[in-house]
């Protein structure tokens, strides 16, 4: 049984940093997209930053570039996402989400969330101005 379960939420205040790590368990694939998806109060769910554990391309939201990097540690089988320069805009709840098996050239597209089959319980990001 597939399992991602998320870690290293918690409340900071603007300019501050905070890393994510979402944990997978139960597949053996190297090769999947990974992404951290985020749902503000009221919002629809949107993309952060996915990673392609085989080829290792990474893709952001524009609203996070420059301040959120995506990576991975295959041996533990985790994801990490860390944030820096957060802002208020920041808070959310943020989801790791897999596709699993994929090749090391597939593009782990931001928009085609429904690509993503597996999605952990979230943990919640706060960001006080």
């Known amino acids: 049984q597939v399992q991602l379960v998320e870690s290293g939420g918690g409340s900071v205040q603007a300019g501050g940093s905070l890393r994510l790590s979402c944990a997978g368990s139960?597949?053996?694939?190297?090769?999947?997209?990974m992404g951290w998806f985020r749902q503000a109060p009221g919002k629809e769910r949107e993309g952060v930053a996915t990673?392609?554990?085989?080829?290792?391309?990474?893709f952001y939201v524009d609203s996070v570039k420059g301040r959120f990097t995506i990576s991975q540690d295959n041996a533990k089988n985790t994801v990490y996402l860390q944030m820096n320069s957060l802002k208020p805009e920041d808070t959310a709840m943020y989801y790791c989400a897999a596709q699993l098996s994929v090749a090391g050239s597939w593009i782990c597209s931001l928009r085609r969330r429904t690509d993503f089959v597996y999605w952990g319980q979230g943990t919640q990001v706060n960001v006080s101005s």
């Open positions: 990673i392609n554990t085989g080829g290792g391309s990474t």
């Open positions: 139960g597949y053996t694939y190297r090769r999947n997209c």
